[in-house]
């Protein structure tokens, strides 16, 4: 894990203007927007940095007010989007009553 620090190094400092990141291999948080354009750099420039995104395991968690428009931002892009939580390496993200299911 240390070597994938290091070698996506570069790429965490080439998106950075585009989101908060906060680097736990690959989340991060900020406007919707801006979240589809890091999204779009990870994809396309992340396997020159051994970073290969993948749409079907990764999830948006956005506030209920924000669902219709993340959904329609992230349309094309695989990601899917919810308003629930969900389950990250053992630990829970998301609504306290997920968490607390």
């Known amino acids: 894990m240390g070597m ?3 070698g996506v190094l570069t790429l965490i400092k080439q998106l950075d203007h585009l989101a908060q990141q906060i680097w736990f291999t690959d989340d991060a948080g900020g406007k919707l927007t801006q979240l589809r354009k890091w ?16 749409p079907s395991k990764t999830w948006l968690i956005v506030k209920p007010e924000h669902l219709s428009n993340a959904t329609r931002i992230f349309h094309d892009s695989g990601v899917r989007v919810t308003t629930e939580g969900k389950r990250h390496l053992g630990a829970v993200l998301g609504k306290k009553s997920f968490i607390d299911a």
Request: proline residues 5%; negative net charge; glycine residues 10%.
């Open 4 to 6: 994938y620090a290091l």
């Open 39 to 54: 999204w779009d750099m990870i994809v396309s420039l992340g396997p020159s940095y051994g970073c290969f995104a993948n």
